[in-house]
């Protein structure tokens, strides 16, 4: 969720818009050694964001701001600040991060790249973890040809050492993150890698080893590029080749915020990549569109899609519910489907926690990325020296008392492999068609 408070609103490199952007008016906690005679200004520096990184965090976090850090936290500013000389400015961002998320929350983090002192990079090659394997699903001109083959390594670690290290440094809910977050993101960043082991600093190159399209081993030194600044975690998209039907439909498209059409007669498909309103249509006008088509005589089921939406503005989602129950409650005979995924996050956990909750919805698909109850807010932060960017959750959102289950589990659980979007198949939404047309 995005909380559109106390500062306004700052448009960052990458179109991120940030709202409540922490600047001034903390007093930084001094660390052992800061200001000590002949410390080299570049680590004075560094220890200061560090201190200022503490006292946000004990000033903001829905937690901490009452209950001391975790030890490990504590440990872990200790010896960053000690290390600070022996790592690339990369390198500390990474540690930062690694910090950020011995919190505990998936909406408490410290970017690992954008700050605006560190000259970031990453790789240009985004890849997904599939259940048969980590895949290059999409890359820069340069890389295209890589599209299509397997990841065995990673640099000096092999592909599943490092989907094992970087957990460390995502910041996550549950398990389920990681696998969102690493593989587009994550393991790109140079800082990370170096963290992990998989590139010493300096590196301009990764030697990335794969099994081909053809089945056969091959490797690849591909070149760290400048990073971009992005708008969040790249969102899975169509792989090539989609043929004239454009591929299968909840990849399709993804200017698009919002998909409503019909799949059969009977039943409506509703895609949301976020919670929020557009400039075509707000949430509320959403609401009313979907109610007058589930009310056309011979609607039986609803799909809604959420796998591909990381949250936006909970506070929006009234209407929609309100549409949501009245059709669960007035149709007996209906269905309302859930797909959800490893994308499904923030403001669409809300969505899918009150569904869950109200209706007689059936769930499809993989475990979402953050739970019943969770701590999370997007509370933004920019560090003074570094410009790091960072958010800190202040609040706490609650579906079903004492509910500590880490997901929704699905009722159909359903997962996506390599073969099948390679293959332009969709086993999620086929098996939730199943459901709606009560196939067995």
Known sequence: MISMGRLGTLSLPGGIL????????????????????????????????????????????????RNPLPPAFVRGVATLSARVGQFSDERILAEMSRLMVLLGDGH????????????????????????????????????????????????????????????????????????WIAPPFGLRLHGILEAIGAV???????????????????????????????????KLGPPPGGGESGGALWLRDQGRGILLTRIVREVLYL??????DTPEETLADLAKRLGDSLSIPG??????????????????????????????RQCPDCRILVLTGRNTFSAAQILLNVIDRDTRAIVVGEPSSSRPNFVGEENFFRLPWSGAIGSISDRYHESRPGDRRRWIPPDVPVDLTAADYFGHRDPVLDAALRRALRDP
Do not use: C
């Not at 895609?271 to 929020?276: A, F, G, I, K, T």
């Not at 899609?305 to 309100?322: F, H, Q, V």
């Open 18 to 65: 940030v709202a409540g952007l922490l600047f001034a008016g903390v007093m930084p906690v001094t660390l052992p050694g800061q200001g000590a005679p002949g410390t080299p200004p570049r680590v004075s520096q560094w220890r200061a964001d560090l201190d200022t990184l503490v006292a946000l965090v004990t000033r903001e976090h829905f937690v901490h701001r």
């Open 108 to 179: 408490t983090y410290l970017l690992p790249a954008g700050a605006t002192r560190v000259e970031g990079s990453w790789l240009p090659v985004t890849m997904y973890l599939f259940p048969d394997g980590l895949y290059v699903v999409d890359a820069a001109s340069g890389s295209r040809d890589l599209v299509g083959s397997k990841v065995v390594r990673i640099g000096r670690v092999s592909a599943a050492d490092a989907m094992r290290r970087v957990a460390a440094f995502i910041p996550k809910d549950n398990p389920m993150g990681v696998q």
């Open 200 to 234: 010493e600093p300096g590196d301009v190159y990764l030697d990335l080893g794969m099994v081909d399209r053809d089945g056969e081993p091959a490797a690849r030194m591909v070149r760290f590029v400048p990073f971009p600044g992005a708008a969040g975690v790249p």
């Open 271 to 276: 895609r949301m990549l976020q919670v929020r």
């Open 299 to 328: 609607t039986t089921a609803l799909i809604l899609d959420l796998r591909l939406n990381n949250g936006g503005n909970a506070d929006l989602l009234g209407p929609l519910l309100d549409t949501l129950r009245a059709y669960d």
